[in-house]
């Protein structure tokens, strides 16, 4: 039983987030579609109130309803959670290898996913000795052309979806290193092609230059890029080969193979 608890004198944004957690307990707890009748008795909401808070799941495709008055979760949960276990997955695989890489070049090394038009950090491992203030931390995001990460996964995308990209952003800058141009992104993006690495020469911040390298599944797909980032005058290139091997030991765990 999902029977709710009083929620008298709760700001109503709370009220209603307890309202859709508690619909959506009931529906994981049910193998079959559910009657909103069942809903609402097992909520113990007024199947009024529950009725529309359904509707407004199924918009986000949270909730489905394969038929009238019947209701389960929607694909956009699976989705979700497929996100979360690929982070937590890869996350995993990267952190003992990234210790390494980061005790051999002194520097922050960052593992990092795609969110839609940005890049999102889920992983750093950096120490006080690199001298670079951590600005971006875990959790922070930055958009795709802006950073070495953002590149790779930019560089996957077909030049429909890659213009598409161009169009939705502007290609906003942040330095006057940035790249604001779709055709000085396609020559970067080709190049990132040809050699499998990517490069942030202070493009997100000034002073700050990236080199990154991509982690791929088992399925041949790029889940997230391995990068190192160091003071403009400090990245060597010589890490550029570590850097790729690391990522390919990471991708391995993952079930990758050339």
Avoid at 48 to 76: C, E, F, K, W
């Amino acid at each position: 039983m999902f029977t709710m608890a009083r929620t008298s004198g709760m700001p109503p944004t709370i009220q209603v987030l307890e309202r859709t957690l508690a619909l959506l307990d009931v529906l994981a707890a049910h193998a079959d579609p559910v009657s909103l009748k069942v809903v609402a008795s097992e909520t113990g909401l007024h199947p009024s109130t529950a009725h529309r808070i359904l509707n407004d799941l199924m918009i986000g495709g949270l909730v489905d309803r394969p038929q009238a008055g019947n209701y389960r979760l929607g694909m956009r949960l699976l989705e979700l959670g497929n996100l979360v276990k690929a982070r937590l997955d890869v996350r995993d695989a990267a952190l003992g290898p990234m210790r390494e890489l980061h005790r051999l070049t002194n520097q922050p090394v960052n593992l990092s996913m795609r969110q839609g038009d940005e890049i999102v950090y889920i992983e750093r491992t950096y120490s006080e000795r690199s001298g670079m203030q951590v600005v971006r931390a875990v959790g922070g995001r930055a958009p795709l052309h802006l950073t070495s990460v953002g590149k790779l996964f930019l560089a996957e995308d077909d030049p429909q979806r890659v213009r598409a990209y161009a169009t939705r952003t502007g290609l906003a800058g942040h330095t006057r290193n940035s790249i604001t141009e779709y055709g000085t992104l396609e020559r970067e993006l080709a190049k990132v092609r040809q050699s499998g690495v990517a490069r942030d020469d202070e493009e997100l911040e000034l002073g700050v230059r990236c080199m990154a390298a991509g982690i791929y599944d088992d399925q041949h797909k790029l889940v997230a890029g391995l990068s190192i980032s160091a003071p403009s005058d400090r990245l060597e290139e010589g890490w550029l080969g570590r850097l790729k091997l690391v990522a390919g030991q990471i991708s391995a765990t993952l079930g990758h193979r050339i």
